[in-house]
């Protein structure tokens, strides 16, 4: 059974920043970040590949860096410069040769 652990979510004014992590139990070609606001669809953030490839959502380029530790399983997601547009739900995604697996979500709130 696969295991997403996430942390650092929370409460942050605008411009400020918050950096999230996620760490699986094993390891995984494909490690990403998604986000889901109320009454919208579900869409990609970033995604990190396992030899160090990205890809960002337009909307968060120049603000958020996403990164990996393959050692130790763990997605990162550096957000600076925070809007309230980038308030959401945040889920980790993780793909195998297999399937891909989904992190339970923590909320990110952009807010004075």
């Known amino acids: 059974q696969v295991q997403l652990v996430e942390s650092g979510g929370g409460l942050v004014q605008p411009g400020g920043s918050l950096r999230l992590s996620c760490a699986a139990s094993g390891g995984f070609y494909i490690m990403g970040w998604y986000r889901q606001a109320p009454g919208k669809q579900r869409e990609m953030v970033a995604e990190?590949?396992?030899?160090?490839?990205?890809n960002y959502a337009d909307s968060v380029k120049d603000r958020f860096t996403i990164s990996r530790d393959n050692a130790k399983n763990t997605v990162l997601l550096q957000m600076n410069n925070l809007k309230p547009e980038d308030t959401a739900v945040y889920y980790c995604?993780?793909?195998?040769?297999?399937?891909?697996?989904w992190g339970q979500g923590t909320q990110v709130t952009v807010s004075s």
């Open positions: 990190i590949t396992s030899s160090y490839g990205t």
């Open positions: 995604k993780v793909t195998g040769a297999l399937r891909t697996y």
